[in-house]
């Protein structure tokens, strides 16, 4: 049997901090994924149009095998700088490999296209981006708020807030996955027509409200939601980053990293689409050896963090406050 933790949160992921910070002048924000040592990371990307740094060392066959930790942001490519925020700070504490008389960390990034939220973004020469990264840093702990947060704060799903979000699910034997996304797709979260979440059937307990679809209610459109590229030009995707303590290698985290994304595909509709960048990292903390057949380990903690992505994608837009012109979920479907 399996459960949430304790939190609820990838930090129920044992050698697992969160840090987040926001600019509310430029309605966007940084988050980054902090372990408490260098953990073992690969990544997928699915997404048309990515927006990524330093992922391809991730992949099996490269020569970084550990990373000190994973810098999600808003600002588009401005807010890479929030991953060197926290190389700086990072460096700082002496975390990172020792290389030719330097400590050097490795962070890698995915970022998203928040600009359709407003804000004021006439920051110069200095975008904000890597303060905040060095504000997560300094903030990182086991609990952090869902929703406006981080990078979640200017995102946007379909034509709801998106936000920031984050689940965990432990089995009785000890193994635990959690998952932190940060919701900002083309695609809607919600099935046309209802106030129920794609996402609905994997929900625990009222996590994201307990609405369910009634039988006779369509679930799919058939308008061409596309033919909104072409009037408005538009920019999305949806980042994030899942957790396990049982230990992997690299080629193990990447089949973790490809399973997870069906959780994507069950959130959100359509995914994976040209505009989109859909990204999520795998962090292995290694705490406990995996179970032989090892396979067989690997191929049950993808089937969770699958779980956990589509139930964190949910959770963000349904913690979501209204902001600029887009309403929450819960201003939309509940009057408030």
């Given at each position: 049997?399996?459960?949430?933790?304790?939190?609820?949160?990838?930090?129920?992921v044992?050698?697992?901090?969160?840090?987040?910070?926001?600019?509310?002048?430029?309605?966007?924000?940084?988050?980054?994924?902090?372990?408490?040592?260098p953990?073992?990371?690969?990544?997928?990307?699915r997404?048309?149009?990515?927006?990524?740094?330093?992922?391809?060392?991730?992949?099996?066959?490269?020569?970084?095998?550990?990373?000190?930790?994973?810098?999600?942001s808003?600002?588009?490519?401005?807010?890479?700088?929030?991953?060197?925020?926290?190389?700086?700070?990072?460096?700082?504490?002496?975390?990172?490999?020792?290389?030719?008389?330097?400590?050097?960390?490795?962070?890698?990034?995915?970022?998203?296209?928040?600009?359709?939220?407003?804000?004021?973004?006439?920051?110069?020469?200095?975008?904000?981006?890597?303060?905040?990264?060095?504000?997560?840093?300094?903030?990182?702990?086991?609990d952090?708020?869902?929703?406006?947060?981080?990078?979640?704060?200017?995102?946007?799903?379909?034509?709801?807030?998106?936000?920031?979000?984050?689940?965990?699910?432990?089995?009785d034997?000890?193994?635990?996955?959690?998952?932190?996304?940060?919701?900002?797709?083309?695609?809607s979260?919600?099935?046309?027509?209802?106030?129920?979440?794609?996402a609905?059937?994997?929900?625990?307990?009222?996590?994201y409200?307990?609405?369910?679809p009634?039988?006779?209610?369509?679930?799919?459109?058939?308008?061409?939601?596309?033919?909104?590229?072409?009037?408005?030009?538009?920019?999305?995707?949806?980042?994030?980053?899942?957790?396990?303590?049982?230990?992997?290698?690299?080629?193990?985290?990447?089949?973790?990293?490809?399973?997870a994304?069906?959780?994507?595909?069950?959130?959100?509709?359509?995914?994976?689409?040209?505009?989109?960048?859909?990204?999520?990292?795998?962090?292995?903390?290694?705490q406990?050896?995996?179970?032989?057949?090892?396979?067989?380990?690997?191929?049950?903690?993808?089937?969770?963090?699958?779980?956990?992505?589509?139930?964190?994608?949910?959770r963000?837009?349904?913690?979501?406050?209204?902001?600029?012109?887009?309403?929450?979920?819960?201003?939309?479907?509940?009057?408030?």
């Amino acid at each position: 049997m399996s459960r949430p933790g304790k939190r609820n949160l990838i930090t129920d992921v044992d050698g697992i901090s969160v840090g987040n910070a926001e600019d509310q002048s430029a309605r966007s924000g940084s988050t980054i994924i902090l372990p408490d040592e260098p953990v073992v990371t690969s990544v997928d990307v699915r997404g048309g149009a990515p927006g990524t740094r330093d992922v391809d060392a991730l992949e099996p066959g490269c020569v970084v095998e550990t990373v000190q930790a994973v810098a999600l942001s808003g600002g588009s490519v401005f807010g890479f700088d929030a991953a060197s925020g926290a190389a700086s700070w990072l460096s700082q504490q002496g975390r990172g490999v020792a290389f030719g008389g330097a400590t050097i960390p490795v962070v890698p990034s995915a970022i998203l296209f928040d600009f359709p939220i407003g804000g004021d973004r006439d920051w110069g020469l200095l975008p904000p981006y890597r303060d905040l990264g060095i504000q997560a840093c300094e903030s990182a702990g086991k609990d952090f708020s869902l929703g406006n947060v981080g990078a979640g704060y200017g995102a946007t799903a379909g034509s709801l807030k998106g936000g920031l979000g984050s689940v965990s699910m432990v089995t009785d034997d000890g193994i635990q996955v959690g998952a932190i996304m940060a919701v900002n797709p083309f695609g809607s979260v919600v099935m046309p027509g209802t106030d129920a979440f794609w996402a609905w059937p994997w929900a625990v307990g009222d996590e994201y409200g307990g609405k369910q679809p009634q039988p006779d209610v369509p679930t799919a459109d058939d308008a061409n939601p596309f033919q909104v590229m072409i009037d408005k030009g538009v920019g999305n995707t949806t980042i994030g980053v899942v957790a396990t303590n049982v230990a992997l290698d690299k080629s193990q985290a990447k089949r973790v990293a490809i399973m997870a994304q069906d959780g994507i595909a069950r959130a959100i509709r359509p995914v994976h689409t040209p505009v989109d960048g859909d990204t999520i990292f795998v962090m292995s903390t290694a705490q406990r050896e995996p179970a032989e057949p090892q396979v067989a380990t690997v191929g049950q903690l993808g089937m969770m963090a699958a779980d956990c992505v589509a139930r964190a994608i949910a959770r963000g837009v349904f913690a979501a406050d209204s902001l600029g012109a887009f309403p929450s979920y819960g201003e939309q479907h509940n009057g408030h």
